[in-house]
């Protein structure tokens, strides 16, 4: 059975250079004239929407597949590779509903034709699905708040200039900054997301710590005075 492997590693036979990707990052085969995807991953994969972590499906040519939820997968390379038997090239394998166990039947349809590889859904809303190494918590939300959240579109951080009650959404802002910013900015890559993200926590942290050196001082100022 002929299997091609895919990752960062240069041993793979498709070479995958994004730090999101493990090294062996899956396998594809063919059974019985279909593909099969398996993922190897510590981060897994997303196929046609769906979210699999070391499983193996049955996929189309051209089934949206994107790796590590950063990379899709480049049928261009993976077809030449390992082309289907002749004649099965346009089936695809789906579940026989109501059955114990799952079983298999063959139907004929047509290949489309490549989408658009894209390299991650962040600007979606809702339907964005937030990588797991950047769900996590956002300073720069939780020290400039409203200022934050309007520079990442994140309107629900206004709320922090509701008196009182901004003492408790702060820190709503800094545990769900990170998921209102990917949802509701398109961003290049997880890197620009975790660069922009960081120059907001530095200004945050910077402004934070440079109004308690100003506190300090205007009280050392004010019992000099005084004295």
Same mark, same amino acid.
């Given at each position: 059975?002929? +299997?091609? +492997? @895919?990752?960062?590693?240069?041993?793979?036979?498709?070479?995958?250079?994004d730090?999101n990707?493990?090294?062996?990052h899956?396998?594809?085969?063919?059974?019985?004239?279909?593909?099969?995807?398996?993922?190897?991953?510590?981060?897994? +994969?997303?196929?046609? /929407?769906?979210?699999?972590?070391n499983?193996?499906?049955?996929?189309?040519?051209y089934?949206?597949i994107?790796l590590?939820?950063?990379?899709?997968?480049?049928?261009?390379?993976?077809?030449?590779?390992l082309?289907?038997?002749?004649g099965?090239?346009?089936r695809?394998t789906v579940?026989?509903?109501? $059955?114990?166990?799952?079983?298999?039947?063959?139907?004929?349809y047509n290949?489309p034709?490549?989408?658009?590889?894209?390299?991650?859904?962040? /600007?979606?809303?809702?339907?964005?699905?937030?990588?797991?190494?950047?769900?996590?918590?956002?300073?720069?939300?939780?020290?400039?708040?409203?200022?934050?959240?309007?520079?990442?579109? $994140?309107?629900?951080?206004?709320?922090?200039?509701?008196?009182?009650?901004?003492f408790?959404w702060?820190?709503v802002?800094?545990?769900?900054?990170s998921k209102?910013a990917?949802?509701?900015?398109?961003?290049?890559? @997880?890197e620009?997301?975790?660069?922009?993200?960081? +120059?907001?926590?530095?200004?945050?942290?910077?402004?934070?710590?440079?109004?308690?050196?100003l506190?300090v001082?205007?009280?050392?100022?004010?019992?000099?005075?005084?004295?």
């Amino acid at each position: 059975m002929r +299997t091609i +492997t @895919i990752g960062r590693a240069p041993s793979c036979d498709i070479i995958i250079n994004d730090p999101n990707v493990s090294r062996l990052h899956a396998e594809i085969s063919v059974e019985s004239g279909q593909y099969v995807y398996r993922d190897m991953s510590s981060n897994g +994969t997303m196929v046609n /929407g769906r979210r699999i972590m070391n499983e193996r499906v049955f996929v189309m040519p051209y089934s949206t597949i994107i790796l590590a939820n950063s990379v899709a997968l480049p049928w261009n390379k993976v077809l030449p590779l390992l082309p289907l038997p002749s004649g099965n090239s346009e089936r695809k394998t789906v579940p026989i509903q109501h $059955s114990p166990e799952p079983v298999y039947q063959n139907i004929q349809y047509n290949v489309p034709q490549p989408p658009a590889m894209a390299g991650n859904n962040s /600007g979606m809303g809702s339907g964005s699905i937030v990588p797991p190494e950047i769900n996590r918590w956002n300073w720069g939300a939780f020290f400039l708040s409203w200022i934050w959240g309007i520079g990442n579109k $994140s309107y629900l951080t206004l709320l922090c200039l509701i008196p009182y009650f901004n003492f408790i959404w702060i820190f709503v802002a800094g545990a769900y900054g990170s998921k209102w910013a990917w949802q509701n900015n398109k961003w290049d890559s @997880i890197e620009h997301f975790q660069r922009v993200q960081g +120059t907001w926590a530095k200004w945050g942290i910077g402004l934070f710590i440079g109004s308690i050196a100003l506190m300090v001082a205007l009280i050392i100022i004010s019992v000099a005075l005084s004295a």
